[in-house]
């Protein structure tokens, strides 16, 4: 079974400051990956797919990274702002065994302090 | 095209009774996904359609859960007998293409409470 593990639970950082999320697969065959924002209380809001033929992706200040040989992915922020302060997912489609059974992590808290 | 509609946005239920939930997905979107996230999870996956075919559920989709797409456009969810272990936000999504490398595109989900 898929398990997905994500570094760190939590984070606390000062505004301005760059940072990184980390994301491991136990089953490195991956065939996408989809990080996501989720507000309290809300759905999840998609930032960045990277596709089964690609190995990383960028938006604005985001740019998410994918190992697959390793299945290892990783979000990088640059210049946090307080709006950041969300709960970022990760979410794996396997390469075998069903592609309907994507995988999410259970999050890393970030909270961004003015 | 406004995204992924769920409704309601929360619900309230005594335990024992039945609840509905209805999802519209992206118009142009084939397939959609029914999703349970608990309090510090992470979502989990429940039942998933493509057009009006459900393809695959869940074994965490018990016998008193029920999903339908009827016209491959919205689809419903349906608790019967709710419990208190049923107390969830309930995530809908749809995505477009094969082996989903448009991604999904999720709803603001249904929290729903069972007192």
């Known amino acids: 079974k898929q398990e997905v593990t994500q570094i760190p639970a939590a984070l606390s950082v000062p505004e301005g400051e760059n940072l990184v999320l980390n994301c491991s697969f136990t089953?490195?065959?991956?065939?996408?990956l989809q990080w996501f924002r989720q507000d309290p209380g809300k759905g999840l809001t998609s930032l960045l797919l990277?596709?089964?033929?690609?190995r990383e992706q960028t938006s604005g200040r985001l740019n998410a990274s994918l190992d697959k040989s390793s299945g290892r992915s990783t979000l990088y922020i640059a210049a946090s702002q307080p709006g950041d302060s969300a709960t970022y997912l990760c979410a794996g489609t396997p390469a075998f065994g069903g592609y309907q059974k994507v995988t999410f992590g259970i999050g890393t808290k970030l909270q961004v302090i003015p | 095209d406004t995204g992924v509609s769920q409704d309601p946005r929360h619900k309230i239920t005594k335990r024992g009774q039945n609840v509905t939930f209805r999802c519209d997905p992206i118009s142009e979107h084939n397939r959609l996904y029914w999703y349970r996230q608990t309090l510090g999870q992470g979502p989990e996956f429940l039942t998933y359609?493509?057009?009006?075919?459900?393809?695959?559920k869940s074994r965490l989709l018990s016998d008193r859960f029920s999903a339908e797409r009827p016209k491959g456009s919205f689809s419903t969810l349906e608790i019967q007998r709710t419990e208190q272990g049923d107390s969830a936000m309930y995530l809908c999504?749809?995505?477009?293409?094969?082996?989903?490398?448009?991604?999904?595109?999720f709803g603001s989900g249904t929290r729903l409470t069972v007192v």
């Open positions: 359609f493509q057009n009006e075919a459900q393809l695959e």
């Open positions: 999504a749809s995505s477009l293409g094969d082996r989903l490398n448009y991604g999904y595109t």
């Open positions: 089953d490195s065959a991956i065939y996408n």
């Open positions: 990277i596709q089964s033929s690609q």
